[in-house]
């Protein structure tokens, strides 16, 4: 099951690369410690699935990481419908808040190293 495409809505490809070109603080340090498989996976930044777009994605093992803002305070709801229907396409999804990714990057890394292992 693992590489099966999920599908995604096509308007959202524009969008994602407009993200991508403007992309936040948190997510330019987390990218660091991502791409060229840093992790021993490849994750792809602003990824269109179904009818969101999620901050990185690794199709490989089906694993996105998501950085919060403060907007999530405020977004429970949207965040638990989001969640579960990206679970239910085997996806799994860590969060860390940006606090976390500009204080404690060692331990973000930590746990998305655990997850990784856990889902190869």
């Avoid at 407009?18 to 490849?42: D, Y």
């Avoid at 093992?61 to 396409?89: A, C, M, P, W």
Wanted: charged share 30%; glycine share 2%; aromatic share 10%.
């Amino acid at each position: 099951m693992k590489n099966k495409l999920i599908p995604y809505n096509p308007i959202l490809k524009r969008y994602a690369r407009e993200l991508r070109k403007n992309s936040t603080i948190p997510e330019i340090i987390l990218w660091k410690h991502l791409k060229k498989k840093a992790l021993g996976v490849e994750f792809h930044r602003q990824v269109p699935l179904l009818d969101y777009i999620v901050d990185f994605y690794c199709h490989e093992i089906r694993l996105v990481i998501e950085i919060d803002g403060s907007i999530h305070d405020q977004t429970f709801e949207y965040d638990s419908k989001r969640t579960k229907r990206l679970s239910n396409y085997g996806i799994q999804i860590i969060r860390f808040s940006n606090q976390e990714i500009k204080q404690e990057m060692f331990s973000v890394l930590l746990s998305i190293e655990q997850v990784i292992q856990k889902l190869r």
